[in-house]
C-alpha cells in the first residue's frame, strides 16, 4: 500500500497518520481524519492512497478531502473498487455535517454514486470498534450494517428490509438470466468463524434475451449457516420454494411446496455437497451429492438417488415436456420408479433405473402397457444386462400377454436376441435387435415373424367383419433412422388363403402425431369366396390378384395410390351370386339391381363371369375408375361368361374418395350405373 497525505499545516500529522495505517488497513483514511482533526486546527485536510487489497477486497487510487471551517464535509474518490467478481469505477463517496471526535465519527447525511446515487448514515465509535450504517436506496429499501472490528476477530452483521433484488444482478454467474423484479428481505451474519444468513423473497422474476429460462411471481425462504475449523468449512442451507412459476425449457414448473436441504463442505478448492435430499410433492425425494471444482469453476461429479417416485407426476412434471410432438406426449402413467445417477466430466456415467408395476396408455388409444417390472444397471464404460417384463398390453387395439425383454447394453448400444409377443392365438416375434448411436442420432433396426394367427379371431379383436383364414408372415430387415422406419425386403403376408407382399415400405414420424407410410403392395391368388364371405358382399368363387402402388397414407388415412385388382390367371370355378352382383352394381346405381329383377335372370342365384376387375387411381380426393377393358360407354367391371352370364358396366370415371367410401359402407347406389346383358 502506498500513501500520500497533504495537510495545512502539515506538521503535526505525518508520523501519527503513518502509524495508524500500518494498523487498521484500509479504514486507514477515517482514522487518519479522525486523529487529526484532534490533534490540529487545519482548514482542510487531503489523503491519497495508491492502492489497497485484502482477501476479496481492492481499492485502486483513492483521493479523499476534509474540508470546511469545522472539517465538517467528507469527499472520497476511488478510481477502482473491486470486491470478488464485481468492479465498481469512478465511485464516489461524500458526507456533509460529519463529525469527528477522538473516539467518534458520525456522518449523518451521505451520499454514495456508484451509478446512482444511494443516500447513507453511519457511526463509528473508536472506544467499542462499532459501526452502524444504513443505506435507503429508495423510499421503500432500508440495508443496515453494523460491524465489529478487533485485534483477533470481528463481526458483520447486515439487515435487509424490502431490498431491490436486481441490485444481487451483479453477483450472479456470467450467463444468468436478468433478475427483473423482486424483494429481499433478512439478515447475514459474518464473523471469521461463522456465517449466517436468514432471507427471504417475495414477487421475484427473472428472464433471458432468447426466452428459455424465466420466472414469475417467485417466493422463496433461505437459510443457511456454515462455520469455519482451519481451513475447512462447513454448513447447511434450506431453500423452500413457497409460490410462483419457472419455466426452465423445456420444464415448466409450479410452486408445490418444493424443498432443499443441503450439507455442503468446503476447503476453499472445493465445495461438496455430502448430504443433500430434493423434496418434490406427488413425486418424491431425491438424494443428491456433489462437487465443485473452485479453480475450474465447473462441476467435478453429481450423484443422484431416489428410492420411489411417483411415475405419473414425474412424468407430467418433467418427462411430457421432452416429449412434445411425439406419440408420447400424451400419455397416463402408474407405479413407481427408482433412479440412481452419475453425472461426472459433463457426462451420465451411469443410470440405475428400477420400475414397479408401471403402468402407461396413451390418451388417443393408440397403446397401452401394463404392469411393467424391471431393473436396467446402465454404465457408460461397462457392458451390462438388463430385464424388463410387461404383463399385458395394446397396440392399435390388438391385445398381447406377458412379454419378457433380456437386453444387453453397452456404452449407448441396446441389443436384444429375441423377443416373443403373444398376440391372440400367434405370436409376433422379434430377432436381432439393435441400437447405433451415430453423430446424427440414434438408428436401431431388426428382423423378424408373425406367426399363424386366426382372422376370426383377429377380426373379432379388432371390430371388424369376421374373416376366415389365417394371417402369417416373415418380417425382413427393418431399419430406423432420423424419424424414420424402412423395410429393406418384402413383408410377406398369408391371408385369405394367398400371399400379400409388401415393398418398399417406409415410415415417417412413426411416433408423431400424423405418422405418414409409403408402401407397394402386392396381392396374389387371393380365395375370393373369403373375401366376399366375410363382408357379406354375397358369394364369388374364384382368385383374384390385386396391385397397390404408390401407395401414401397420412396419419392412417389414404391420400394417395393405384390400385388394380383383377381375376387371376388359371383354371378355377368362377360363379357370382345375384346378391354379389346387386353390391357392385350398387357402386354405381339402382338401374343394374332394378334390371335383374324385372328380367328372367331373377330366377337365377347365380351366374358365370370370364372375369372381374376394377381400378382406382387416387389423387387430390378423387378416385379415376376404370374396369377390365374400357367400352365405347364406360368401363366393364364383370365380364359374362357361361350360362347364365352376366356383366356390369360403369360410365362414371370420377369418383369423390370420400363418397366411394359411403357408398361402400352404405351399399346405395349413385352415380357409375351398371348395365346387365
Known sequence: ????????????????????????????????????????????????????????????????????????????????????????RDVRVSCAGIRIERQRIDC?????????????????????????????PSDAELWRVDGRFSARDGEWQINIASGRLSRLAGWLPAGAPDLKSGTIAGRVLMTQQRILAELQIDAAAFSDTKGLHAAENMRASIRAEATRQGAQWTGRASIDWQGGEVF??????????????????????????????????????IDVSASWNHASAQLEYVDVRSSRLTANALYEQFLRPMLQGTAFSEIKAEGVVSVAARVQQHALQSLELTLSDVSVEDQAQRFALRGIDG??????????????????????????????IPMRLRGTGVSVDEVRVPILDGALIIRDFGTVERSEGRSWRFSGELTPLSMERLSATLGVPVMH??????????????????????????????????????LIEPFGKAPRLHADLLMRNVDLELLTRTYSFGSITGRADATIAQLELVNWQPVRFDARIASSPGDYPRRISQAAVENISALGGAGAAAAIQRSFLSFFEQFGYEKLGLTCRLENGVCEMGGIEDTREGFVIVKGGGIPAISVIGYNRQVSWQQLLDRLRRITQENVRPIIK
Open 1 to 88: 500500500m502506498t500513501v500520500a497525505i497533504a495537510t495545512s499545516p502539515p506538521a503535526c500529522f505525518q508520523p501519527e497518520a503513518r502509524a495508524i495505517l500500518r494498523r487498521i488497513g484500509w479504514f486507514a483514511a477515517a482514522f487518519v481524519l479522525y486523529f487529526h482533526a484532534s490533534w490540529c486546527s487545519a482548514q482542510s485536510l487531503g489523503l491519497a492512497v495508491d492502492d489497497i487489497e485484502g482477501p476479496g477486497f481492492s481499492l485502486k487510487s483513492l483521493k479523499g478531502a476534509l474540508t470546511g471551517p469545522k472539517l465538517d464535509r467528507l469527499t472520497l474518490d476511488i478510481a477502482r473498487l473491486t470486491i470478488r467478481d464485481r468492479t465498481w
Open 108 to 136: 449523518p447525511n451521505g451520499l454514495l454514486h456508484v451509478g446512482e446515487a444511494i443516500p447513507f448514515s453511519f457511526s463509528y465509535s473508536g472506544k467499542e470498534r462499532l459501526l452502524h450504517a444504513v443505506l435507503r
Open 248 to 285: 426452465w425449457e423445456p420444464f415448466y414448473l409450479k410452486a408445490a411446496g418444493q424443498r432443499a436441504d443441503i450439507e455442503l463442505a468446503s476447503d476453499g478448492k472445493t465445495t461438496r455437497v455430502i448430504g443433500g435430499r430434493l423434496q418434490l410433492p406427488a413425486i418424491g425425494d
Open 375 to 404: 431393473s436396467i444397471p446402465w454404465q457408460r464404460d461397462a457392458a451390462t444386462t438388463a430385464e424388463i417384463s410387461i404383463q399385458a398390453g395394446r397396440m392399435l387395439q390388438l391385445p398381447f400377454d406377458a412379454v419378457r
Open 469 to 506: 383364414g389365417t394371417v402369417s408372415g416373415s418380417i425382413p430387415d427393418v431399419r430406423f433412422y432420423r424419424s424414420t422406419l424402412d423395410m429393406r425386403g418384402d413383408l410377406l403376408l398369408h391371408v385369405f388363403d394367398g400371399t400379400v407382399v409388401a415393398r418398399n415400405i417406409q
